[in-house]
C-alpha cells in the first residue's frame, strides 16, 4: 500500500471529509419542482448558510450548491435561512441556476 493509500485509508476510518469538518444535513424541502437540501457547516462564530438545489430536468438530475456570507447561531436557524435565501434564486432564476 502506497503512503497516499494509507493516507486515504487512515482518513476515511476516522470519518474523514465534510461530515469531519461539522458539515450537516437537514430535512429536503421542496418547493416548485425543485428540491432544496440545506447543509448548514459549523464554521467559527455559527452556522453557515449553505445548500444544494436540484431538480431532475430530461431525466437528469441537475444540482446547484451555493454558499452564503450568512452566519446564525443555530443549525436550525442557518436551515431555516437557507431555504428563504434558494426559494429567492428559484423565483428569479429558474432552472437558469443550473448553467452558472
Same mark, same amino acid.
Given at each position: 500500500?502506497?503512503?497516499?493509500?494509507?493516507?486515504?485509508?487512515?482518513?476515511?476510518?476516522?470519518?474523514?471529509?465534510?461530515?469531519?469538518?461539522?458539515?450537516?444535513?437537514?430535512?429536503?424541502?421542496?418547493?416548485?419542482?425543485?428540491?432544496i437540501q440545506p447543509t448548514p457547516n459549523?464554521?467559527?462564530?455559527?452556522?453557515?448558510?449553505?445548500?444544494?438545489?436540484?431538480?431532475?430536468?430530461?431525466?437528469?438530475?441537475?444540482?446547484?450548491?451555493?454558499?452564503?456570507? $450568512?452566519?446564525?447561531?443555530?443549525?436550525?436557524?442557518?436551515?431555516?435561512?437557507?431555504?428563504?435565501?434558494?426559494?429567492?434564486?428559484? $423565483?428569479?432564476?429558474?432552472?437558469?441556476?443550473?448553467?452558472?
Open positions: 500500500m502506497t503512503l497516499i493509500n494509507k493516507f486515504w485509508a487512515r482518513l476515511k476510518a476516522r470519518g474523514g471529509g465534510k461530515e469531519k469538518r461539522g458539515r450537516h444535513s437537514a430535512a429536503v424541502v421542496e418547493y416548485q419542482g425543485f428540491n459549523k464554521v467559527s462564530g455559527g452556522w453557515s448558510t449553505e445548500a444544494r438545489i436540484s431538480k431532475a430536468i430530461d431525466g437528469e438530475t441537475k444540482t446547484h450548491h451555493f454558499i452564503r456570507a $450568512d452566519t446564525t447561531a443555530s443549525r436550525d436557524a442557518a436551515a431555516e435561512l437557507v431555504v428563504a435565501k434558494a426559494r429567492v434564486m428559484i $423565483d428569479q432564476a429558474g432552472e437558469q441556476i443550473f448553467s452558472t
